[in-house]
């Protein structure tokens, strides 16, 4: 059974800088896709940023990228996603995910809030 539990959303100046970490259980397959998404109100799910875990690959929507950072620390079973210079427009509940096509397993979000 694989779980995915998010943490470290919060609210935040614009400017500002947020850590987001996922703890991964049960995922006994390395040949896998993990990813951050986003989800503002009245708006449909996002890709953010997604890896592919057995080499680290990482991509990044043109939105985010140059200021969030995907990282993984394959010891702790850990995803992380590090979001520097946070903008209002970055305001939305924040998955991670897994799977072979990055969106078979969900966490249960975390919310992040950027202040102007």
């Known amino acids: 059974q694989v779980q995915l539990v998010e943490s470290g959303g919060g609210s935040v100046q614009a400017g500002g800088s947020l850590r987001l970490s996922c703890a991964a259980s049960?995922?006994?397959?390395?040949?896998?896709?993990v990813a951050w998404f986003r989800q503002a109100p009245g708006k449909e799910r996002e890709g953010v940023a997604t890896m592919v875990a057995a080499t680290g690959r990482a991509f990044y929507a043109d939105s985010v990228k140059g200021r969030f950072t995907i990282s993984q620390d394959t010891a702790r079973n850990t995803l992380y996603l590090q979001m520097n210079a946070l903008k209002p427009e970055d305001t939305a509940m924040y998955y991670c995910?897994?799977?072979?096509?990055?969106?078979?397993?969900w966490g249960q979000g975390t919310q992040v809030t950027v202040s102007s």
């Open positions: 049960g995922v006994t397959n390395s040949n896998i896709c």
């Open positions: 995910a897994a799977g072979r096509d990055c969106r078979t397993y």
